[in-house]
């Protein structure tokens, strides 16, 4: 499965945070059930490679991937792990080369024309636009389509139910990223209803 294939699988991935391996599986599994079937998991808890493993045994019909992967000893690590893609906030030479050396599905993540075109010189034409929000919205990513029409855009960060919109409605973005499908209540919860709800809604967008 290559990245492009991952991004068509889904409208929304959904950006992963959690707390413990329990509350992994549990969320992720009422994502799956609202129709949900890509996973990121972002590697920001000490439980992160813990709890993607777990993931991807317990639901092995989901595309279930690592984010916030920064070096290639994440990236080897997330791999170990069961993740089948992986997500960056950014791009360095160094990943780059470790990521195609191991013919990993890798969606790198830019925020501007000219680290667009770098990552396409180093053999990307699918990237995460990070941050999207702060860096242009939805405008921008149109206006990129008409000099680099062969690349694909997963924009993330601050996109909501809202916008998302806004963003699918463009032909370089064939899925979003956001993190408000499993947004915590006051008890610092993520309840697992409300998810799948969401999830539904997510796939109508």
């Known amino acids: ?37 890509v996973l990121e998991i972002t590697l920001r808890h000490p439980t992160a490679l813990d709890a993607l493993e777990a993931v991807s045994k317990a639901l092995p019909q989901a595309i279930v991937g690592a984010g916030t992967v920064m070096t290639p000893a994440q990236a080897e690590q997330a791999r170990a792990a069961g993740a089948r893609f992986g997500v960056s906030p950014g791009l360095t030479p160094t990943l780059a080369e470790a990521v195609q050396a191991a013919d990993w599905p890798f969606l790198p993540g830019v925020s501007s024309v000219s680290e667009a075109m770098r990552a396409t010189e180093w053999g990307f034409d699918a990237l995460k636009f990070f ?22 855009f997963c924009p993330t960060g601050g996109v ?46």
């Open 1 to 37: 499965m290559n990245v492009r294939e991952v991004m068509s699988a889904t409208k929304v991935i959904p950006v992963l945070a959690f707390k413990g391996v329990d509350e992994a599986v549990e969320v992720c599994g009422a994502l799956v059930e609202g129709g949900i079937p």
């Open 131 to 152: 941050p999207a929000s702060a860096s242009g919205g939805a405008s921008f990513l149109s206006a990129v389509g008409a000099v680099l029409p062969q690349v694909l």
């Open 160 to 205: 909501k139910p809202d916008n998302a919109a806004d963003y699918l409605a463009l032909p370089n973005v064939p899925c979003v990223g956001g993190s408000w499908l499993t947004k915590r209540d006051a008890d610092g919860r993520i309840d697992p209803a409300v998810v799948t709800d969401r999830a539904r809604a997510a796939g109508q967008l």
